[in-house]
Structures are given as structure tokens and as C-alpha cells.
């Protein structure tokens, strides 16, 4: 059986032509393909030698002849030679330009990640909010009328709104932003702090347990504007969700109003609820049910004992500690006398600062960030006496990429630590994660042991926010570490426990 | 079809850095990354406009108008049929009416160039006898001045068009439309029709075009049967050409085509021709720079002259420039409907580093129907070597040619880019896609001084403005039809 379509006028060039031939009779039933531009020799050929009866054609028509077994073959051969010289793609999925393109209906998504500049964002996220979807918006530089405007929204119809400024979440098992890869488990986080978050899951993961998921609220969340409604929502959300067991709310100290609020609202839940307000103190938990913790440590722990009925073993003993400070202080010149802390976000700067304050009473802190911890630096770019630095703040990343995302501003910055004479120890978080930098440890590691290998004395204290399940490679990243002689901690605490022993030795030496 | 497992129930947007899309794809989650671009600013009259003409009733006759618009030119049969004098084949060419490039314009608002042009026409003629003459000819209002886009031929340079001027015919098979298009000058190129000038050594080259050279043209593409343009266009595509600016391969193809035929008529003792005249014309043809040029434009024309009309169309059928005003017309809108603004210069480079921007006259010509019909500035891709003009590099090119994808209504089929990784050219600049993405069509041509001497080639963008006035005249029409 043969068939010819005739195209007429309809220009394909000899080298597209040929590769119909070899594709098309590899189908069922076709023993020969002919896509020809209809010129005198291609006539010979189609019409003497393979027999096809053509119409009338000039040399300017296209023809398609097939010969097969049946009707239905020959249709099918010739709708791909079709597809071949219209050059249809059939791989490549769709591109869109506007999230408005995508037919839900058609293509179901859940939530859209947005990481537009903030002058953007809201406009795409309310987008996003209308056609049912939940977003998470890492951007920040969204205004607090925007933000109000699209968390009232999600609130009215049942939508999660994440952020503005959220920098960690956890969905389905899906990493969000920069957010690590946590094991699936019954502890459920929500958090105004991208990187307490982290740390808190990561916590629980490695005390043997996982996480549900992780809802950021972004920064802003608890502010009397927006009065805590993705953190009420989230833990709504967790309350509903049957692997949660043990809620987490995690922020920096807030609004005493909203903060109230949220707790009043998580007494009625029927899970328990261990809650950290970085910064605050046992007052704020009075009259709640729910179970105030004081670092992010120990909300991660009070969270795997009520899931496990077990209290978790801490890190480093005091007594291990004491040994540790003795041994090491012990080596350090003269002039080498402060402490100076390296940190990729404001969450772990805080704790850092808070807990010096607390523990080492009247120390002299100085810090790029405005608290009441530590006086401000003039100037970010140099550091002065005990020196905790948060270089994921604006004065940094105006200057540099964020160091989550690339590690050669916090690189220079460490090499600039260690050539200071006066530096005794230096103190530094690694973030692991699918979405921030592939490889934040090695060029550390490295550096540290050139330093140790020459004899340096410095000390170096380290933990890394990161899930066995980040691409990074946590444990090797911890192990590469400890062989560069930095002491590794389970946590930012712990490594703030640590630091503030030898900034306390440091002190008393004088 | 079945979905791939996906190691996660959560289907994700991506809006913004490309890094979090990565992320997400190597966690092996369904996601999908928007191509987001910041929101075009738009007045709030063009953002009713544009609103009030997307309801979806009202876009599904637009969508299928455009496709009937955009067929036009794909299924387009253009062929070079024919040589005839002006007055013959355009409507309305009659005594004392001159033709002109670009929107309508009065005499006294023309750049210097048409108005030369005007006077030419009249000594050309011999309507007047002298430039004085024919001024005052031209201000009487005796002469009637139009626009080659309001008829069925197109205006290249200055474009002056009167009847007795010789034109190539271009018939669109597929529709029986004709098109007629003055020819490119030999040695004169930028002469008469060109920059409007005229000596008696222009004169006489007209005259011997239309005595000598055309007659042997005309018996050779009578005995070719017309010769079919479109082939020669597509395979050009793949030779470095993008038919506005460079005409390197549609030429050698077409001497391919016409020199045998010219050859056999020499050696035919009964041709009727001298063997200096058939030889004269020979020179005439290939030593004629883009000599192709007018075909291309009188194919583009013959197909936008089908498109003319259709209504609820939004697909432009016009692009030109008088050197003071550029305009546009759109298919759904009046035959004679102009939407213009203030004609953009180019951005390119110079023949001679003593010319600056000051020196470049604004774009005047029509020959951005090229680009109307897919080609030139849309073909971008085709040929790095006219960007390279420009100190582009290919990717810059290609990213020219997807950029106007994202403004044009359909593909052609017939002009696969190897450059594309042989994806089809674009085709049907669509009003509503450019004042929605805020995309204004690519444009190619010659650079032109107020002398009307070649100083440079370039680019342009067709300005916003007339966007904006026609989608709004179109919201006019059809939002409350």
C-alpha cells in the first residue's frame, strides 16, 4: 500500500530530508519513507524507481510517499514525517513566561518558591495565592502592608504564606530556599528564624529522629502589623497534620502582644508545643502550658523527650570543656586575647551574644549588628577586642554575595582574622543545604590545616547546621574539620558554651 | 501519559534565582522555572486597552483572526512574474500623483530628501521643466502625494514612485495578489527611487533599464514561467542571510537561476535581443548590490496585501519611516490607518568614523515590511554576520530571534535557521504580545545622512508609541463590538 501527500511550495532542505528515511521505517509496517523536494532527479526516484504516483508538481513542492502494510501504519508514518520536518520538539518541557500560564488543572503544582526582588514579589505571590497555590517567599524588601495584605489573604482561604524574608522551609521532604534536607519524622517546626529552624531540625535528626515539616514564617511575622498569622496558621497546620507529634515554634524575641497571643493559642492545641523566643526568659512562658526553651539546642531537645519520653545525651561536658579551655589556652602568646565569631546569619550571632552576656558578665562584645548585646563597629570591615560578626548582614552583602550562597567573603574575612596578632579563637557556623553553596567547608578545613600544620595556636570552634541528607556530605564535612584540629560541637549553643569558656579564660589571664 | 516518580507529593513554581530551581531539581521534585521578566510599565489607558481586547471571547476571534493574518505569509506563494511600468500595476497611480516611503506626510513637513524626491518626479516626468518648476508644481496642490504603504507596491529609501517607472512584479500564487516594486538602480543605487536624486545620468540609466535591460528580463522570466521567490529565501537562511540588510546568497542563487537563461538566450539567434544588450543586462544584474532586495520586499508586500483587512486581526501589516514620522498599521485596523510616533535613529556601526549619530537622518523607508513578513530584524539568528556589523556575537543574535518569538503570532515553516538548531523562523508581529511583554520588534537597515549618502547599517526597535495608539484604537473598534 502507498500513499503521497503532496506540500506544495513548501521548502525543506536535502540534509532535514534525509533523516526522515532511516527514522520513519523503523515504525511497524513501513517499508520505505520518502520526503523529497520534487525536483527532476527526486521525480526518477520516486515516481520509476519506488513506483509512487504523483500529481502534478513542481520543483518547488515537497512530497511525502510511504509504502506499509496498512491504512493506520502508513497515517502514522506520515504524521511523523510531518513531526520531523516541522521540526516538532518532543522532549523539552513547557516554558512559561508567567505563572498565570500554567493550567492547574492540566499541570498541578502546590506551592510557587518565589526569590524575585521584593518590589516584585508581592504582586507574583498574591498571583500565585489566587490560583490556590501556597508560596514561600525567600525575597526580602517587601513592605509590612504587602506582607500584611497577602498573610490575610492566605488566612482567608486556607493558603500558607511563608515569608517575605523566609530563608528555610521544609515541605513534603522538600527543602526549601536554603533550607537542608531533614529527615521525615514527627517533630514539626514553625519559625520566624530561617537558620534556627535549621538548626533545630538538624538537631533532631541527629538524635536519631526527623522532621514533618519545617513552615517558615519570615521575619517580619511577629510584628504587631502582621500579629504572628503564618506562625498561627503553621501551627494549625502541624496540628492537622498526622505525622506531627511535637510542635516547634521558633523566632527571636517579639512583639510581648503577638507573642502572647501565639501562646495562648498553642496552649489549646492538642499536641504539645515547645516554643524559643531567642532572647527571652522564663516570664514569657508564665501561665502557659506550652514548653519554653532558652537555646535552640534545647528546644531540639525538649522536642525529641516529649516525643521519645527520653532526655536526649548533651555534647561536651563541663568538665570536658574546662580541659579542653585549660589545654589550649595554656599555648596562646601573650597579645593573642579575644574571641571573634564568623557567622553566616543573624540567628546564630544572637545566640552567640546572648548567651556571652549572660555567662560572662561585663564582657566588652562588639558586633557589625545594632543590639543591645554589643557595641556597634564603625567599621564593619575591621574587627575590634571580642568581635562576633554576622557577615549574611546588609553592610556585608552589599559588597559580597550572601555567604551561604558563596563562601569567599567569609574566606577573606577568616584570613584576615587569622593574621590579626591579637586573635585567640575563632568561632564559625557551616550551612549545609540543596539550595546554598556546594561546597562552604572544604576551603576552611583546608586553611585550618595549613595553620595547624605550621604550628599555629590558634582555636577554632565549629559546628555544621546541616542534615545527612544535604548533598554537602555533613558527617565528612565534620570529619574533615576535626582533622584540621577545629573543635566540632553538635550545635551553634554548644559551640557558644564552648567559645564563652575561653572567652572567660581569656578575660581572667588578662 | 503516565508521571514520572517524583521522590515527593509537593509540585513546585520557581519564581526567581535559577539556583533554587536547580535545588529543587536535584532533589528529583516536580518543579517548573518561570521565565519571569519585570512587569512591562504600561499607562493605565493602554492597560484597559489591552485588558478590554483579552476578555476570552474576545481573544479566541483575535487568536483565530491572527492565524488567518499569519497564514498569509506562511502560506504565501510568491514569484517574480513580471516587469511593468508603475502606472500599469498600483492603484491609483495616475498623472500627477507621486508615491512616497513612509507614513503620509505634507510636502512642507518632508525631510529634504523627499522633498527633492518630489521635485525628481516631476522633471522625471516632465511634468516640469525646471526644480523651480516643480516646486511650485508640488505646492499648488496639483500633485497628489501617497504613501507606498496605502498601495499595493512598497517605498524603499525615499521611495518616489510615479507611473512610468519600471517595477517588478511579484504575484502571490496562493492568492492572485501583486505587488509591484521598483527595482535597485545598477551603479545608481540610491538614485531616483532611492534618495529622491536626479541627474540626466540617472535618467538615462532608468530609461535604459526600461528600454534595453528589462524587455530581456521579461522574455526570460516569461519563458521560466515566473520565477518562485520563496525557495531562494529559505535557502538563503541557512547561507547568512536575514533578507533586510544582507542579500549575499539570495543573489548568487537567483544568478543561478536567471544566467543560464540568459546564456541560452544568447546563444539563440532568434531572440530578438543584441547580443550587447543581453550582455548589458547581465552586468546590470550581478553587479547590482542586494540586488534581491526589492524581490524580498515585493514578496513580503504581496502576502501583508492578503492580511490587509482581516478583521479582528492584531498582527501588524505596516512598518515604516518618512524620516521625520514612523508608523505602523495593523491588519484588523482601517486599510489607511496609521499609528505613529517620531521616527527612531539606528544603533550600528559607520561607514567612517567621522559620522556620528548627529549625521543620521531618522529611519526613512518601507522596507521593514521584510520584517513584517518574518524576516531581517526577526531573522536575526540567521546571520551573525549582519549582527557581527553591529559588534554582536551569534549568541546575541539568536537571542534576538527567540526575544521576537516571544511577539510574533506563529512560526514559518518554510525558513528553518541552523543556528535555531533548525527551529522555524518567527513570523506576524502581533500588537497585543509586544504592549504585553513590552517587546518592540528588532529592525535592520541602512544608515542614511540628510545628503542621503550610505554612512552605516544598523538596528532599531520600532518605538512603543505606536503600540500604544493602536492597541488602543484596536480596544476602540473591537472591546465593545
Keep these: 500500500m502507498k500513499k503521497v501527500v503532496i506540500k506544495r511550495n513548501r521548502y525543506v532542505d536535502s540534509v532535514s530530508l534525509m533523516a526522515v528515511g532511516d527514522k520513519v521505517t523503523k515504525l511497524p509496517g513501513i517499508t520505505n519513507a520518502e520526503a523529497q523536494m520534487c525536483t527532476p532527479a527526486n521525480l526518477e526516484v520516486l515516481v520509476d524507481d519506488l513506483g509512487y504516483e504523483l500529481p502534478e508538481v513542481s520543483a518547488n513542492d515537497l512530497a511525502l510517499a510511504v509504502t ?20 516538532k520538539n518532543a522532549s523539552g518541557s513547557a516554558q512559561y513566561n508567567a505563572i498565570e500560564e500554567i493550567d492547574l488543572r492540566e499541570d498541578g503544582y502546590d506551592l510557587a518558591q518565589i526569590s524575585l526582588p521584593g518590589e516584585y514579589a508581592a504582586a507574583e505571590a498574591m498571583k500565585a495565592l489566587k490560583m490556590g497555590l501556597d508560596v514561600f517567599i525567600f525575597s526580602d524588601n517587601v513592605s509590612l502592608e504587602e506582607e500584611a495584605e497577602l498573610k490575610q489573604f492566605g488566612a482567608k482561604h486556607g493558603r500558607l504564606v511563608m515569608g517575605p524574608d523566609c530563608g528555610v522551609g521544609l515541605i ?12 521525615d519524622g514527627p517533630v514539626g517546626i514553625v519559625g520566624a528564624s530561617g537558620s534556627g529552624c535549621q538548626e533545630v531540625a538538624c538537631i533532631v535528626e541527629r538524635r536519631g529522629l526527623g522532621v514533618s515539616s519545617i513552615i517558615g514564617t519570615g521575619g517580619h511575622d511577629l510584628l504587631p502589623e502582621i500579629g504572628g498569622l503564618t506562625m498561627i496558621a503553621g501551627m494549625r497546620r502541624l496540628e492537622d497534620d498526622p505525622k506531627t507529634k511535637v510542635i516547634v515554634l521558633v523566632s527571636k524575641l517579639a512583639n510581648l502582644e503577638v507573642m502572647g497571643k501565639i501562646l495562648d493559642i498553642a496552649d489549646k492545641l492538642s499536641k504539645p508545643v515547645v516554643a524559643i523566643f531567642l532572647g527571652g526568659d522564663e516570664k514569657l512562658f508564665e501561665g502557659h502550658s506550652v514548653h519554653g526553651a532558652f537555646s535552640l539546642e534545647e528546644a531540639a531537645l525538649k522536642a525529641v523527650e516529649l516525643c521519645t519520653g527520653k532526655k536526649p545525651d548533651a555534647g561536651y561536658t563541663d568538665a570536658q570543656i574546662a580541659d579542653l579551655v585549660k589545654s589550649k589556652v595554656s599555648a596562646l602568646k601573650p597579645e593573642q586575647k579575644y574571641v571573634r565569631g564568623l557567622f553566616s546569619g543573624g540567628t546564630f550571632t544572637e545566640e552567640g551574644m546572648i548567651y556571652y552576656t549572660q555567662h560572662n558578665k561585663g564582657v566588652k562584645l562588639n558586633s557589625n549588628l545594632k543590639t543591645k548585646y554589643a557595641e556597634q563597629l564603625s567599621d564593619h570591615g575591621t574587627s575590634i577586642g571580642h568581635c562576633i560578626l554576622d557577615l549574611g548582614a546588609e553592610d556585608f552583602t552589599a559588597e559580597a554575595p550572601h555567604p551561604v550562597f558563596d563562601p569567599s567573603l567569609k574566606l577573606k574575612r577568616f584570613k584576615k582574622e587569622v593574621a590579626d596578632p591579637t586573635c585567640a579563637v575563632i568561632t564559625m557556623d557551616f550551612i549545609m543545604g540543596p539550595g546554598v553553596a556546594a561546597d562552604p567547608v572544604t576551603p576552611f578545613a583546608k586553611a585550618c590545616k595549613e595553620l595547624k600544620d605550621a604550628g599555629s595556636n590558634l582555636i577554632f570552634i565549629s559546628n555544621v547546621c546541616g542534615s545527612l541528607e544535604d548533598p554537602q556530605d555533613t558527617l565528612k564535612a565534620e570529619k574533615m574539620l576535626r582533622d584540621a584540629g577545629v573543635i566540632v560541637t553538635k550545635s551553634n549553643y554548644e559551640s557558644t558554651k564552648i567559645a564563652s569558656a575561653f572567652l572567660a579564660a581569656l578575660e581572667e589571664r588578662g | 501519559m503516565a508521571e514520572k516518580n517524583y521522590k515527593s507529593d509537593l509540585r513546585v513554581i520557581n519564581i526567581g534565582t535559577q539556583f533554587f530551581y536547580d535545588a529543587l531539581e536535584a532533589q528529583g521534585v516536580k518543579a517548573t522555572q518561570i521565565n519571569w521578566r519585570p512587569p512591562v510599565k504600561q499607562s493605565e489607558e493602554v492597560k484597559a486597552a489591552l485588558a478590554a481586547v483579552s476578555t476570552p471571547e474576545l481573544k479566541a476571534k483575535i487568536d483565530a483572526a491572527n492565524q488567518k493574518a499569519v497564514h498569509c505569509v506562511i502560506d504565501s506563494q510568491p514569484f517574480l512574474v513580471d516587469i511593468l511600468p508603475a502606472g500599469d500595476v498600483i492603484e491609483g497611480l495616475d498623472d500627477y500623483t507621486i508615491i512616497h516611503s513612509g507614513p503620509p506626510i505634507k510636502y512642507e513637513d518632508m525631510v529634504m530628501l523627499h522633498q527633492r524626491g518630489m521635485v525628481s518626479a516631476c522633471r522625471f516626468e516632465g511634468w516640469a521643466k525646471t526644480d523651480e518648476e516643480a516646486v511650485e508644481l508640488v505646492k499648488s496642490g496639483k500633485v497628489k502625494i501617497i504613501s507606498a504603504l496605502d498601495t499595493n507596491t512598497v517605498g524603499a529609501g525615499t521611495g518616489i514612485i510615479t507611473k512610468s517607472v519600471a517595477m517588478f512584479i511579484i504575484e502571490d500564487r496562493a492568492t492572485g495578489k501583486i505587488s509591484a516594486n521598483f527595482p535597485a538602480e545598477g551603479p545608481n543605487q540610491g538614485g531616483f527611487c532611492g534618495w529622491g536624486l536626479y541627474s540626466e545620468e540617472i535618467a538615462d540609466y532608468l530609461r535604459r533599464m526600461r528600454e534595453e535591460f528589462f524587455p530581456v528580463m521579461r522574455a526570460v522570466l516569461k519563458k521560466m514561467g515566473g520565477m518562485a521567490v520563496k525557495p531562494i529565501l529559505a535557502e538563503s537562511f541557512q547561507m547568512g542571510d536575514e533578507n533586510h540588510t544582507r542579500q549575499t546568497a539570495t543573489d548568487l542563487i537567483f544568478d543561478k537561476k536567471i544566467l543560464p537563461e540568459l546564456f541560452k538566450l544568447l546563444a539563440d539567434e532568434n531572440s530578438g535581443f543584441t547580443k550587447e544588450q543581453i550582455m548589458d543586462t547581465l552586468d546590470y544584474i550581478v553587479e547590482t548590490p542586494r540586488f534581491f532586495h526589492c524581490i524580498g520586499q515585493g514578496a513580503s508586500r504581496s502576502a501583508m496585501l492578503s492580511a490587509v483587512g482581516t478583521e479582528y486581526s492584531s498582527m501588524v501589516t505596516a512598518i515604516c519611516g518618512n524620516g521625520v514620522e514612523f508608523g505602523i498599521k495593523v491588519a484588523g485596523l482601517g486599510d489607511n490607518e496609521w499609528f505613529t510616533a517620531p521616527a527612531p535613529l539606528m ?11 548627529k549625521d543620521q537622518l531618522p529611519w526613512i523607508g518601507d522596507s521593514c515590511v521584510v520584517e513584517c513578513a518574518g524576516m531581517g530584524g526577526l531573522a536575526a539568528a540567521a546571520s551573525p554576520i549582519v ?36 527551529d522555524f523562523l518567527p513570523v506576524g508581529i502581533d500588537i497585543m504580545k509586544v504592549i504585553e511583554t513590552g517587546i518592540c520588534p528588532e529592525i535592520h537597515g541602512g544608515m542614511f545622512n540628510y545628503q542621503g549618502g550610505l554612512i552605516g547599517a544598523g538596528s532599531a526597535r520600532v518605538p512603543m508609541q505606536c503600540f500604544e495608539k493602536a492597541i488602543k484604537a484596536f480596544a476602540k473598534k473591537y472591546a465593545n463590538k
Design chain 1, 68 to 87: 506499509g502494510d496498512t491504512e493506520e501504519h502508513i497515517e502514522a508514518a506520515l504524521q511523523m514525517i510531518t513531526d520531523i520536518i516541522d521540526h
Design chain 1, 172 to 183: 513534603s521532604g522538600v527543602a526549601l530556599g536554603a533550607g537542608s534536607i531533614v529527615k
Design chain 2, 387 to 422: 549582527c557581527s556589523l553591529r559588534g554582536l556575537k551569534l549568541k546575541d543574535a539568536i537571542h534576538i530571534t527567540r526575544e521576537m518569538e516571544e511577539i510574533c503570532i506563529d512560526h514559518n515553516p518554510a525558513f528553518p535557521v541552523p543556528n535555531l538548531d533548525f
Design chain 2, 347 to 357: 544603533k550600528g556601526r559607520y561607514t567612517s568614523s567621522k559620522f556620528t549619530e
